[in-house]
């Protein structure tokens, strides 16, 4: 009786027992991943790798992927201290962001740890970066233009409440100065301004120069710098997309900037083709292509809060048609184009109105603006495909009474579109003067 009594018992401690271990060590590190055995755990969840002889020290990592019973590993940080036979621990838990309203204000980097030496932030909701997928039925119509103070925005390419554009153009067009000026001038409650990759020596100008203190004292900035490993870069973008999802589950309204979207599908290639992953084209990998929308579907109008998303793409070679653009045009609700030629001439913000389009103005624009953004469109795509003409006088005045009406019309379009970076211009302003331009 006394041994069918300790099968009993053994049986019961094999059901409920944990026989999968949480530990393991390092068999390879190869370019910027990881392989450990031994160890038992899933995609996405947080391992400590020791670093050292410390056993106080270690790198947090996260699992990537698995292969040939080994388990790959993305580090968050440097690898400095790891080496073969080095202990790995899972924590079994997702990568968390703590909230708080205390963000706003402060500058955090993708883990959510402040880095702007104002002390930490305290909170007690945690939120995951990966956030929650929503049901597409239960999210209302964007019916209410958001106020940007950019009169080419604001008349020409309405944006609404929930609504996600992109603004296209290669590098040194004025892409991180537009969104400074839309940071400072836009009417929302919060700001969250992911920059991804970003120069280091440019985050404090962007903050000082181009944000300002209107703009940062309602606006939490996520940052991974160029020189940080491809695992912050990517997770930048997630952690400032959570941030946004916090406000918005609190019912403000919320705008996403994040800059650049490129350099976000960069650190994914790099990730990507780290865990063998094949390239498909100019060596993006599959993957890349599923997280891209999980990532800008997260935004929109919601029954508790909304949130706006202006993404900056950086146009490689200048090449609108290049992989990551025409996926993400294909997702986004509009797009915002900005010319290297129109910048040369001196015209800021350099945006290419005829080259743009808000793919929801004609639901939220009243019949008066859309009147008169038709017809300015009519213009300058009438003065535009007779520029040359005109440039060289071999056009004669009165040949053509539609084109004689553009280019009288012309130089106050021009002066409409242009406006300083430190004048902000209401939404009925700017409707009132695209009507006085056509009338």
Do not use: W
Not at 98 to 104: F, G
Not at 140 to 168: C, H, N, Y
Not at 304 to 321: Q, R, Y
């Amino acid at each position: 009786m006394k041994t069918c009594l300790d099968q009993s018992e053994l049986c019961r401690s094999i059901r409920m027992g944990n026989f999968y271990s949480t530990l393991g060590k390092i068999e390879q590190i190869v370019g910027m991943t990881v392989e450990a055995s031994g160890i038992s755990c899933n995609i996405g969840d947080v391992c400590r790798v020791s670093a050292g002889s410390d056993s106080r020290k270690y790198v947090l990592s996260e699992v990537a992927g698995f292969k040939e019973g080994k388990v790959i590993l993305m580090p968050y940080s440097d690898m400095d201290g790891i080496g073969y036979g080095s202990f790995v621990q899972n924590t079994g838990e997702k990568l968390k962001i703590r909230m708080s309203e205390a963000l706003i204000g402060r500058t955090v980097d993708a883990l959510g740890n402040p880095i702007d030496g104002k002390g930490p932030v305290e909170g007690d909701s945690y939120y995951s970066i990966n956030g929650a997928r929503s049901n597409p039925l239960e999210r209302p119509p964007i019916a209410q233009p958001l106020e940007f103070g950019v009169k080419a925005i604001d008349g020409m390419l309405t944006i609404g409440k929930g609504q996600r554009m992109g603004i296209f153009a290669g590098s040194g067009v004025g892409k991180s100065t537009l969104m400074g000026m839309i940071a400072r001038n836009i009417k929302a409650d919060v700001n969250v301004i992911a920059l991804v990759g970003e120069r280091g020596r440019e985050v404090m100008e962007f903050i000082n120069r181009d944000l300002g203190p209107e703009g940062l004292k309602r606006s939490v900035l996520v940052v991974a710098t160029s020189d940080q490993p491809a695992m912050m870069r990517s997770k930048c973008a997630l952690a400032a997309t959570a941030i946004a999802e916090y406000f918005k589950d609190m019912g403000k309204d919320v705008l996403l900037m994040m800059d650049s979207l490129t350099r976000y599908c960069m650190a994914e290639r790099e990730i990507g083709l780290s865990i063998g992953e094949p390239p498909v084209a100019r060596g993006y990998t599959p993957s890349m292509y599923a997280s891209l929308p999980k990532l800008l579907e997260r935004c929109g109008n919601f029954q508790t809060g909304s949130i706006t998303g202006i993404f900056t793409v950086l146009v490689e070679g200048d090449d609108s048609n290049e992989p990551i653009s025409d996926t993400v045009r294909g997702i986004i609700d509009g797009h915002i184009m900005l010319s290297r030629k129109i910048a040369m001439k001196n015209h800021y913000p350099a945006i290419d109105v005829t080259a743009s389009i808000s793919r929801l103005m004609s639901e939220i624009a009243s019949p008066e603006q859309k009147n008169a953004a038709s017809k300015i469109r009519k213009i300058m795509s009438l003065y535009q495909e007779n520029s040359d003409l005109i440039s060289i006088g071999a056009y004669k005045s009165g040949s053509n009474p539609e084109l004689d009406y553009a280019i009288s019309k012309i130089n106050n379009i021009n002066q409409f579109l242009q406006q300083p970076v430190d004048v902000k211009v209401d939404f009925d302003e700017t409707v009132k003067i695209m009507t006085g331009i056509v009338a």
